[in-house]
């Protein structure tokens, strides 16, 4: 098992504010319980599933490399990655799993997993937070998972709060041509040239500031509705 204790690397500094949007889906479709398998062409929050749609992103600041959806959903799941590289473990020292991203390998434990098939997923080291494991995060580093999800304005969730429980996991759960998941892209992708562009991670506003932490409390509640 990974140690939390010499995973955690906390970086302070200043960033852009995300508003909360709360944005929900429904399943797809469903594991075929014979086989255990995935079965259609799209993924359980709704993306289509097409390995055309999917490209090779560069984790900042990391060795690490993962498959993503192109476009906005790809950016914004990039920046989950960049950030918990940069704040709670490094994603490229073989510990943990690593990094997960886009699969073709259609065996899920959970309808949440298929979201890999479709590029719109990602799995930070899952190997040591693996499907329904016992280990969780320390509680600061829930508290900067709880920033970041308040950085992606509701369009990502996280394992933790799924069930089956994933620690490891997140996804885009806002719909394809989502304005919002356009809007937070726009922010946080840091190959844009745009001055609404949050700053890089690893120089992010403290999580642990009272009003990031009531803007993390007001989604976790809008998320668990």
């Not at 508003?19 to 993306?47: D, K, L, R, Y």
């Not at 829930?142 to 969730?157: F, N, P, S, Y």
């Not at 490891?168 to 041509?177: I, L």
Request: with cysteine; hydrophobic share 40%; glycine share 12%.
């Amino acid at each position: 098992m990974i140690s939390r204790r010499g995973l955690l690397r906390v970086a302070a500094g200043t960033g852009v504010l995300a508003m909360v949007s709360g944005t929900s889906i429904t399943s797809a479709s469903a594991i075929e319980p014979s086989t255990g398998q995935w079965p259609g062409e799209v993924s359980a929050n709704g993306w289509r599933i097409d390995p055309d749609s999917v490209t090779v992103h560069h984790i900042q600041g990391s060795a690490a490399s993962l498959g993503l959806r192109r476009g906005d959903a790809g950016a914004v799941l990039l920046h989950v990655a960049r950030r918990w590289h940069y704040e709670i473990a490094a994603l490229d020292t073989g510990e943990g799993g690593g990094v997960t991203g886009h699969t073709t390998r259609r065996t899920v434990g959970a309808d949440f997993e298929s979201n890999h098939l479709s590029g719109t997923a990602v799995a930070l080291h899952p190997t040591a937070y693996p499907l329904n494991g016992s280990e969780g995060l320390w509680p600061y580093q829930e508290t900067i998972v709880r920033d970041i999800l308040a950085d992606c304005d509701g369009t990502v969730v996280w394992g933790g709060d799924l069930t089956p429980v994933k620690v490891s996991h997140f996804h885009v759960v806002a719909r394809p041509g989502d304005r919002t998941l356009a809007r937070v892209a726009a922010r946080l992708d840091t190959g844009r040239p745009t001055t609404l562009r949050s700053r890089t991670a690893g120089t992010v506003a403290d999580p642990a500031a009272p009003f990031r932490r009531s803007m993390a409390r007001r989604l976790q509640r809008a998320q668990g509705d």
